[in-house]
């Protein structure tokens, strides 16, 4: 199975900071089948990108997501107080499906 | 908009039968794909497996054994009976549809603790 890394386990920032989350995948995540999702406590997860790079409906632009093969990455340009919460990668393109321990990003 | 929520005993016993129910509101569930996801207290979130809308299912190799997935479209409901549990196995579980293999839309979970 793949086995996905993400970092770094925490992020410390301030509203208004750009924050760039890692996904590494012990190997090529077939067709870019990754996404991220957004979970915040007592809150259902809310997916976020797909594809990669493709937001989901009604996700603001300052997420985005990038990379390919074995190396992934969530950006939000500009930090919202909304956007502090726990993120995970997760790949689809291969059985079993697999997920990221998560990057908590709290505010500093 | 789909809200799906998650039903069942919060604890259950040791070597029993683990058994959840999601509950989809908002819309018909036809045409998708079912699926349960796990997260144990400190540890990562863990695929439990899917159901299509064909009633294929697949399972986490790990778990295969004793997974049961099944779905009852007339009731938008969806259920997961996992056997033989552990107290490794006490976690939050989540019931997640989407119109493939990526499960869209979550619930918000519901904690089972197996516990003599």
């Known amino acids: 199975e793949i086995v996905l890394t993400q970092s770094p386990g925490t992020l410390s920032l301030s509203p208004g900071e750009r924050a760039t989350l890692s996904c590494r995948a012990s190997q090529s995540v077939r067709s870019s089948y990754l996404a991220w999702y957004q979970r915040k406590p007592g809150q259902a997860p809310r997916i976020l990108i797909y594809?990669?790079?493709s937001r989901a409906t009604g996700i603001p632009d300052r997420f985005s997501g990038s990379g390919s093969g074995t190396d992934f990455t969530l950006t939000i340009s500009r930090l919202e107080p909304e956007d502090f919460a726990v993120y995970y990668c997760q790949q689809y393109g291969s059985s079993p499906l697999t997920f990221g321990g998560g990057t908590k990003v709290e505010i500093k | 908009q789909v809200q799906l929520q998650e039903s069942g005993p919060g604890l259950v016993k040791p070597s029993e039968t683990l058994s959840l129910t999601c509950t989809v509101s908002?819309?018909?569930?036809?045409?998708?794909?079912w699926t349960w996801i796990r997260q144990p207290p400190g540890k990562r979130l863990e695929w439990i497996g899917n159901?299509?809308?064909?009633?294929?299912?697949n399972y986490n190799p790990s778990l295969k054994s004793r997974v049961t997935i099944s779905v009852d479209t007339s009731k938008n409901q969806f259920s997961l009976k996992l056997g033989s549990v552990t107290a490794a196995e006490t976690a939050v579980y989540y019931c997640?549809?989407?119109?493939?293999?990526?499960?869209?839309?979550w619930g918000q979970g519901t904690l089972v603790t197996v516990s003599s």
């Open positions: 997640a549809i989407g119109a493939g293999w990526l499960p869209d839309y």
């Open positions: 594809g990669a790079s």
């Open positions: 908002g819309g018909a569930i036809s045409n998708y794909y």
């Open positions: 159901i299509d809308y064909t009633g294929s299912t």
